[in-house]
């Protein structure tokens, strides 16, 4: 993979994200395509202010560290394979993720881990690289789940440094630590070593969670309802 060199996340450079094909299921081509790193469909986006109050009231007051969200010393992770890209995603993000950070991860019972991938667009990296900006400042799952809130069409490259920008403002983040962040070699690092988690994972579809505890692993697939996930949590919290 090219390394990224920009002195501004509004510069156009290029950037290089993984094709993947959809049938059923996202499946890794492995193919790398230049694109330019303004991206966006030229249009702004914010996020309303409804979604920012929804999202910072859902996580306040919750421990976090870079990609994870909750107490460090939580009997149980949940890892969630995502891409921003991925309506899927986007899916359990609105209609998941929510339960599961009230009932499991505020509890203390588990704790979750964002490890973010790119099958799908110039957006799905773009989204990841700046989730993993974000998490330098320690709100990668607030700023994941905003741009889930704004996701736009799958056959369009939807999300700019802009849109990201006015995102990182709203959540109350350090923007220009933001831009840095994104820009550095750093984040970019951590993006290719997530992808690579993904690959050996063998996680071939988004979102995707692997869930371990001290009695072992269980795997979800797909957009499941918060009640699957807790299930796979219980399965995992007691050693067998």
């Not at 394979?81 to 929510?98: E, F, N």
């Not at 990182?168 to 983040?173: D, N, T």
């Not at 831009?179 to 951590?190: H, I, L, R, W």
């Not at 009640?227 to 949590?233: C, P, Q, S």
Request: glycine content about 8%.
């Amino acid at each position: 993979m090219s390394t990224r060199k920009s002195g501004s996340s509004n510069k156009s450079n290029n950037l290089y994200y993984i094709v993947g094909a959809v049938v059923a299921a996202l499946v890794v081509a492995g193919v790398l395509i230049a694109v330019s790193m303004s991206g966006g469909d030229g249009t702004d986006k914010v996020a309303d202010d409804a979604t920012i109050a929804e999202v910072q009231a859902n996580m306040e007051g919750i421990p976090a560290s870079g990609v994870v969200l909750g107490e460090p010393d939580a009997p149980v992770t949940i890892t969630e394979y995502s891409d921003i890209a991925c309506i899927h995603c986007r899916t359990a993000a609105l209609q998941s993720i929510p339960t599961v950070v009230t009932e499991l991860v505020r509890t203390g019972e588990a704790k979750l881990e964002f490890a973010p991938t790119a099958f799908i667009s110039a957006s799905s990296e773009r989204g990841a690289l700046g989730v993993l900006a974000a998490a330098d400042q320690d709100a990668a799952w607030p700023f994941s789940e905003v741009l889930f809130h704004m996701q736009g069409s799958a056959s369009t490259d939807w999300l700019s440094d802009a849109d990201m920008e006015s995102v990182a403002e709203q959540l109350g983040m350090d923007v220009e630590a933001w831009k840095q962040a994104y820009a550095g070699s750093a984040v970019e690092d951590a993006f290719i070593a997530s992808r690579d988690a993904v690959a050996a994972a063998g996680v071939t579809s988004t979102p995707t969670f692997i869930i371990t505890g001290p009695g072992g692993t269980e795997r979800v697939e797909g957009a499941v309802p918060a009640a699957d996930l807790i299930a796979a949590v219980e399965k995992v919290s007691t050693p067998s």
